[in-house]
């Protein structure tokens, strides 16, 4: 049977893993972005996926500074223990189910 702490360990793994690639995707993007039509891309696509890896990054990067603070896995809003299921759907929450709802984000 697998402990919580090995789940926790294996989430804290692959937001690491989900940090590398989300950094060399921006890093990639940033350099198509000079050019997007000789890359393949449309300047505003380029833009989209730029925004949307930026923002992944920002959200894997919080989840990882909870993580080194020992509050990875307690809702911001109630402090409550998110379920450690819904940690493995979604590594980067922040708020348990009911708390989410409330804060529509």
């Given at each position: 049977m697998i402990?919580?702490?090995?789940?926790?360990?294996?989430?804290?793994?692959?937001?690491?893993?989900?940090?590398?690639?989300?950094?060399d995707e921006l890093t990639r993007l940033t350099a198509?972005?000079?050019?997007?039509?000789?890359?393949?891309y449309d300047r505003h696509g380029i833009v989209a996926r730029i925004?949307?890896?930026?923002?992944?990054?920002?959200?894997?990067?919080?989840?990882l500074r909870r993580i080194a603070e020992g509050t990875y896995g307690r809702c911001e809003r109630c402090q409550t223990e998110i379920p450690v299921e819904r940690l493995e759907i979604r590594p980067h929450a922040r708020y348990c189910v009911p708390c989410?709802?409330?804060?529509g984000s």
């Open positions: 402990t919580d702490q090995e789940r926790y360990s294996a989430l804290r793994q692959a937001l690491e893993e989900q940090f590398e690639q989300q950094t198509y972005s000079d050019d997007p039509e000789r890359n393949g925004a949307a890896t930026r923002q992944t990054l920002a959200e894997t990067t919080e989840a989410q709802k409330i804060s």
